[in-house]
């Protein structure tokens, strides 16, 4: 198993949703010692702003054609997106079984069947 195997399969996503779990402020996280503690600690709207800037951020370092920087943007997204999702009470396992519920669904597929379900709802 090599070293991006090894990382992608030890469940780091879960890992660094207990940590950021733990930096809630009802649970002991404290704002002048942790990025995370002090960005609960600014509230909904700059973990967003975060999000946002970071997405920008991702989309740069592709168009520049940047191989390494994207890894880091792509790892500050899902970073800031996992703070997101611990806002709201949700896990990245959740998004993970999404995906997985997906695999083997062609997204045209997926888009045609959502499509006709739409059109088969009743008008208000
Ligand atoms: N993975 C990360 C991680 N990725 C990015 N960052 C921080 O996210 C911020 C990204 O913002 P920017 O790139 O815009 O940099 P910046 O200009 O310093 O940020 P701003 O001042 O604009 O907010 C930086 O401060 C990074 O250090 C992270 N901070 C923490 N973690 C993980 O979260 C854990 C808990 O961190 P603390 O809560 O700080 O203990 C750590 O042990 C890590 O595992």
Do not use: C
């Not at 975060?50 to 370092?61: D, L, N, S």
């Amino acid at each position: 198993m090599n070293d991006i195997q090894r990382v992608g399969s030890d469940n780091t996503l879960a890992r660094i949703a207990a940590v950021i779990e733990s930096r809630k402020p009802g649970n002991g996280g404290d704002p002048a010692s942790s990025y995370v503690a002090k960005l609960f600690d600014k509230g909904l709207d700059s973990i967003l702003k975060k999000i946002g800037e970071e997405a920008t951020e991702t989309v740069m370092a592709a168009k520049d054609g940047d191989p390494q920087k994207l890894l880091y943007e792509v790892a500050d997204l899902w970073f800031h997106s996992i703070i997101a999702l611990s806002h709201f009470g949700l896990k990245p396992e959740q998004v993970l079984a999404e995906l997985a519920r997906r695999e083997g669904l062609s997204g045209l597929q997926e888009f045609a069947q959502r499509s006709k379900a739409q059109e088969e709802e009743p008008n208000d």
